[in-house]
């Protein structure tokens, strides 16, 4: 637990130190702010067209008209976004060869793996509630309700878990930070995709299988508003198959 | 304190190093000498636990490496052939970092980090970046790196490459200065460097041992002959065979220098022939400046120990051992 923090801090130290993770951040809430913005104009002009054909102030749900679409907006620029963030966690170690020092100390595997992780998590979070000024935003000037947002950022959450989770596998494998990012953002785009082909072959069972595999249909119940236990079953899964595989990659890379 | 049997590696069909066998006594200083892939990096990297061996055993202070690696990684300090530093943190912060997953407990860090610094030489730039360091600079907080759980047995991998001749000779002062309290085993392909700061030296030659013994009894075991250099300013065409006519000459070779032709001239085991010479050349008005009798240093032997290696094969298990020199 110990070298698990340690292995943390001095990623979390690096990743400050560079430029990326304020890059990295910066892009994220600039898009995702400027989405936003162009959905709540929308929203509004929508509601003034209401209001002149109906002759009242119209009730619309905002976590409808605004919030559902902001969440889609968010997983698809974290799908972008955070490839850069997780390409160097191990990639950069191994080229610059500072692994030597780390398997070589007596820490095992294990913290080396979560501690990278959960730094990547940290900064992932925190670019997350970098965006609550908007929920923030339309609850004082409107009225929304809290309880669909709060399972949307989990959703969103739990859907950037798995991204780092594949994209600390992908830097893993090699230890040429391009490759890794690209690697990862194959990966998760692919993991994306599932989803459209299911829907082609829909009524067979190919269909309902590729349908559960895809990771957009297991977001969309928590961003709907739903905590369904099949959703969180399917991406603490793939969180743990991406962890766990990383760990035996690194393991088998020190026998070749 | 270290002990090795028979280890062995092998990546596919090619053998890095094969039944490699020595042992280490306490606070003792061991050279491991070899060309570059000769399979120096890999058994060091064995005994870290980074890599583990195909066949064959090793206990470093008292732990074996396939048994208690995690032991033996306590009981360890590695500095590799590139010093793993990370640029962007601070010496201070690499080393609190290094004290941290070494297993330190945390009221020992401070100390431990004071004493680090000091013997490193470190004190004045621990607020620096690694990254603006000096090449010198940084192979130091390398070296701090593996002190500073003060472990028992220090591995250091080609610890002078790369430093400017005045680091050279700070680092070996640094290196004799850890013996008797650590056991220290380091590699090199510099000969000197052996000799200079080493008890005794292990040659590694196409991942076999060639030789295990003191620099002084190598070179005793192998000289055949005595060799003389020559200096002359103004040697006459046939200088050549006129060396060869003086008794005891077995062969003369020349070639030329700054200062005008040198002559080594080899004669038989035992026999001093530099005052015939001496006379022979004040004889011929070649114009003598230099007369010495040449030792046979550790380079010669270890190019007698390696001398018919195939360079093909050599170059290519470098590369696939990912062996840089």
Redesign the interface.
Known sequence: M??TL??M??EL??LF??PIAYVVAAIFVLISGYLFYSIVIYASSQSMQIMRVQGALPQINLNDLVFRPTFHNMAVILMLTLPLITMRLLAEEKK?????????????LTAIVMGKYLAALLVFTLMLALTAYMPLLLWYYGSIQWMPILTGYLGIWLLGGVFIAVGLLASSLTENQIIASFISFAAVLLLWLIGWISQAVADTSMGSVLTYLSIGEHTENFIRGMIDTEDLVYLATLIIVGLFVTHRVLESQ??? | MINVQNLTKRYGDLTAIEDVTFNVEKGEILAFLGPNGAGKTTTMRILTCFMPATAGTATVAGYDIFENPQDVKKHIGYLPESPPLYTELTVTEYLGFVSKIKGIERKDRAPALTRVLERCALTDVRHRLIGNLSRGYRQRVGLAQALIHNPEVLILDEPTTGLDPKQIIEMRQVIKELAGQHTVILSTHILPEATAICQRVVIIHKGRIVAVDTPDTLSAQLRQSEKVRLTLRTPSPDTADKLKTVAGVVSVFEESSADGQVFMVECELGRDIRTELAAQAVRGHWGLIELTAVRLSLEDVFLHLTREEPKQEESKEEVLKGETS
């Open positions: 110990r070298s340690a292995i801090g001095k130290r690096i130190a560079s610059i060869k500072t692994i030597e020092l780390l398997l070589t100390s007596p820490v095992p020190r026998w070749k």
